[in-house]
DNA sequence: GTCTATAATCAGATAGAC
DNA sequence: GTCTATCTGATTATAGAC
């Protein structure tokens, strides 16, 4: 990995973030320094602040575009229909993502704690965006009559709760195959809220 | 909260315990100091070390206790019955349990990565027996053909990550009373597994 | 039992050579 | 763009006074 001096702009960059983005997943934010990162690229410590002011700008960074590419592939994924239709897209599309970006989404979740005042309040908004897609599609289906919950925020809560459940246990050829896993979750999700 | 030299080794203890256990849930265990730790107990970095000898055999003895003290108390609140009335008994016992020491709980599914590897052995072997409780459980309503699953393990996993979500977003005086959210997941947990 | 003082190390971040 | 060298301050943990 050690590597001698030249310009590797291009490849620095993407991966200083790879690096931190893994041995923050492993380790988190507070227990990995500057040095492990940077050893893991294969250059000093110094180079570093050549692609971030510090390092909590990298954590935030980090979070902010994972969250923000989450949402969009959601956009993407998402479908007309039914609430129910609309809640299985979903499903599938939470538990392929999750399973795919493992790292990111592990992430995002555990180190909100680590971010200044300002930049939690970022991240959380972002959060919170997600969150209400699956509200959205839990109160239509509840106005429609085709879901039957006790209460919409925390059937929102559980069910996300229960889907993310999924990137502390999978793992790349496990027992299930990912379509496999997909339809668990799609079974357990349809039975939770069905009228 | 500063005081002079004397003895106070009775209260003591349980004080870093305490405030240990306040600051590792609100900024994770590598964030925190020992004189973060002594301050909030209201004595110096140094006295720390009569009740620990580091830092993390601090996070590993409050780790094992808060687990075992969980595995206990289900061993006592745990009933004789159907499948369907141990999962209602299980459900209503770990949401009020995660209710009522929320703390003890977040620590213990954050701070895994920050046990030495011998140390998390341990940990996840007592987190094991926990799960298993629930697996027996989902088991014997499998057999029986009172439950209805797609996969057991997958379903324990997911059913005990439905139930974790309300720690984080309880707050004491919310919206909703403790017996009203239990029986919101009790109605949840109850349509996920239903034949 | 606690304090003060300190050892030894490591952290984040910067300056200037190449 | 990266390195070496370094600054400054914090960290865990210990030794010895009280």
New binding site residues.
């Given amino acids: 990995m050690a590597?001698?001096?030249?310009?590797?702009?291009e490849i620095?960059g993407p991966a200083i973030r790879a690096a931190a983005l893994r041995l923050f997943a492993r380790s988190g934010y507070a227990a990995v320094?500057?040095?492990?990162i940077a050893a893991e690229v294969g250059?000093?410590?110094?180079?570093l602040?050549?692609y971030t002011?510090?390092?909590?700008t990298l954590l935030y960074d980090m979070m902010r575009d994972n969250m923000q590419r989450a949402l969009e592939a959601w956009q993407l994924a998402k479908i007309d229909g039914t609430p129910m239709q609309q809640l299985e897209a979903f499903v599938r599309f939470h538990v392929n993502y999750h399973v795919d970006r493992s790292d990111e989404i592990f992430v995002a979740y555990m180190e909100l704690r680590n971010l200044t005042p300002e930049n939690f309040e970022q991240i959380e908004a972002l959060r919170r965006d997600y969150e209400g897609e699956v509200e959205c599609i839990l109160t239509d289906g509840y106005m429609s009559g085709d879901f039957k919950l006790a209460d919409i925020r925390v059937s929102t809560m559980a069910l996300i709760a229960m889907l993310n459940g999924v990137m502390t246990w999978y793992r790349e050829g496990g027992r299930l195959s990912r379509v496999r896993i997909q339809q668990i979750y799609w079974d357990m999700a349809k039975q939770m809220v069905q009228a």
């Fill in positions: 590597r001698k001096t030249g310009s590797h702009a620095t320094s500057m040095r492990e250059v000093r410590a110094g180079a602040y050549l002011p510090d390092k909590q």
